[in-house]
């Protein structure tokens, strides 16, 4: 049985762990505020937020049920919006929406409102911009936005006035969210100390990460799959650091990873890295490993850590082998894995003092789209020499690429103009991407030379910045 709480009902089902939390919610329960919409993530008007307990404190996160499996929800609370506001009055996030004209057509404003929500329950600085990122995983078609932003600076000014309270308890006091926020941890403990683990292991066994792109791929397939949800295993959590060495579990999230003080202190700019991959919601239940197994050729974190040479263990339960991850790889979404092998760790060396990183994305919009090209550079310097170098690209060929020549090329060299742009002439001789929807492949190849300029003058801004980008 999966066992959760929806908004303030214990929820006992069993249906398949694999099916989607918004279809559970909308046609079993009919709770139909929530709304479909892209099915692919995009949209937000899905938008649900999820409570869990993590290292004894009730953490809250807003999350895409079109792409989460009711698996996923096992042990957790799940609030809809219908979950938000028991009055006769609007609650004040809904009021802010009202008053600024926030809303037209409707459709998407439970998303929206889901989403600022969350950012009252989640315990970040009640920043403007703090309520602004937690809305970029919400489109709207006919605000134009400026109203909804309007909004969302109205409900962090209420925010600030959170002083030490913990945000569920400062939340109902302000009659922002119901009364009952205030005791779902007890509940989700007690449920935690009476359920057991879902029945899984039926045969054959798919397994799932975060399922952001398996479930767009493969909806149909997924739902009456039998899944192992990787990230219901508390084993598979948490990232660490031994010496020189970072784990980090398979269960790990993108969000994870931007919150871990290990990555925050050795990639200073792992927050800009990151606000080019998805949005919000997504990176809220998408992980690392499943980024590394889904084997886009465009995937940002592979190819972030192809450039660190992350090593990974893989298991199939019983017995376990470590497989490099630029070995990882056979051909178009093939893998050196076998069907009932799963990642369980990622390990990778951190960067230290004589170490520059660094990670570049193009796309058709800034953020929150798939990259046209993508590339990321780890360079190991000593005196001025290059003493190790890994580059890697994404969109430039069948596969996630390790820029092997490249990489190859640059070891023992001096930094200068001239060898950035032989390396690019080395890079171009092992690449081979093909025209699409993104690019054409004379564009991609010109993305992935400027790209590699970015990463120099970026590491290194003692070269001519503007001479390198004219070439």
Known sequence: ???????QKIIETAKPAGMLLLDFIRYHEHLTGTKIGCREG???????????MVSGELRYRSATSCLTPIGNANGKHIVTVEGINFQDEL????????EESATQCGFCTPGFVMSLAGFCLNGKEPTYENAIASIDGNICRCTGYKSIERAAAKVAAIMQQRIEEEPTVFVSKQKILPEYFTGIKEKLIELLNQESR????????RFVGGGTDLYVQKHEEMVYAAVDLLIQKNELNGIFQEGTKCTIGSAVTVTDLAESTIMQKHFPDLKKYIKLVSSTPIRNIATIAGNFVNASPI???TIFFLALDAQLVLSDGTNKREIALRQFYKGYKQLDKQPMEFIEQISFELPTTKTRFNFEKVCKRTHLDIA??????????VDGIIMDAGVSAGGVGPV?????????FLKGKTISEALVQETIEVAQTEVSPISDARGT????????????????TKLFPELKVEQLLAQ
Do not use: W
Request: charged share 15%; glycine share 6%; with cysteine.
């Open 1 to 7: 049985m999966i066992r959760f709480i929806l908004n």
């Open 42 to 52: 995009d949209c937000g008007a899905c938008t649900v937020l999820v409570g869990e």
């Open 91 to 98: 609650n004040p996030v809904q009021q802010a929406m009202k």
């Open 198 to 205: 879902i029945r899984q292991h039926l045969t054959p066994v």
């Open 299 to 301: 995937g940002d974190f």
């Open 372 to 381: 046209s090209v993508n590339t990321a550079i780890n360079l190991n310097i």
């Open 400 to 408: 996630p690429t390790y820029l092997q020549k490249a990489s190859a």
């Open 441 to 456: 492949e004379a564009y991609k190849r010109l993305l992935l030379g400027q790209l590699i300029k970015a990463h120099f």
